[in-house]
DNA sequence: CCATTGACCGGCT
DNA sequence: TAGCCGGCCAATG
């Protein structure tokens, strides 16, 4: 397979990043992993700073392996990804989201369905 | 071209 | 549990 191109890795991110269901949250490794980009955590944080209002991405459900709020605690955004979680429900305890019970978990059908899964095609 | 910089990660004190 | 550290790798200057 190709290597991905700058454009490409980004809209993957995006795209993936866009799946994630209000109430579950993925972690940056996570989101590159099912973006195909193994190892990119830290791409998965560019993409999201480099990413246009207009897309409207759900970028608070992305946290930390552990489960903890990337941003500095008690920073502006620190505190709207904490406001934003608990409106749906996620309520991150002590600048934590309890992976155990919020990670996403995608099935293989919405793997398969979404278009994250033509990402090997030519 | 080389050095620094990250919205990170996992292992190890 | 909380840090520290080395690894990671494209973007930046």
């Known amino acids: 397979m190709q290597k991905a191109s700058r454009q490409q890795r ?3 991110i995006w795209s993936t990043v866009a799946d994630i269901p209000a109430g579950k949250v ?4 996570q989101v590159a992993d099912i973006a195909g980009i193994p190892r990119g955590a830290r791409h998965v ?3 999201l700073r480099h990413a246009p209002d207009d897309r409207k991405l759900p970028w608070h459900r992305v946290v930390q392996a552990g489960g903890g709020i990337a ?4 920073s502006a955004p620190f505190k709207k990804q904490v406001a934003r979680l608990k409106r749906e429900g996620v309520s991150p305890v ?11 978990a995608p099935d293989l059908d919405e ?3 979404k ?3 033509r990402w090997d095609e030519p």
């Open 10 to 12: 980004l809209e993957r």
């Open 26 to 29: 993925a972690s940056y490794g």
């Open 45 to 47: 944080g560019y993409a």
């Open 71 to 74: 941003f500095e605690r008690g």
């Open 94 to 104: 002590n600048g934590k989201v309890d992976m155990g019970r919020h990670r996403w």
């Open 111 to 113: 793997l398969l369905w």
């Open 115 to 117: 278009p994250s899964a």
